[in-house]
């Protein structure tokens, strides 16, 4: 209640829901939540690699796409423990058929055991 909010409704929902699936109790905790703002906000400062480019030589779009995405199905799948309704939720796509799908696209097959 007396945390500021910097995004929308949806931004908030997100948190709460990523809060829910990290949390190892039957509520969350104030450690939870803290964990889930501390994800926004890192989220929020600018990457370097992916968001400042030069377009004077153009870029590889596609490459970039893939690699973030592999990037975050493999920590979803980790952080939910290989549970694809939870990994959904944690990367915002509607339901499991759309990350198995995902998966699939990205060639994320049981390789998210790894620690990339």
Known sequence: MHQGWPGNIRELENTLRRAAVWSDGA?????????????????RRPADGVLNQSLAQ???????????????????????????SKAAELVGLPSYQTLTNWLRKYDVGEDWHDSR
């Open 27 to 43: 509520t969350i905790s104030v450690d939870d939540v803290k964990e889930s703002l501390l994800s926004m906000t890192a989220a």
């Open 58 to 84: 153009g870029i590889d779009l596609q490459s970039i796409i893939s690699e973030v995405a592999t990037h975050y199905l493999r920590r979803a799948m980790q952080a939910a423990h290989g549970n694809k």
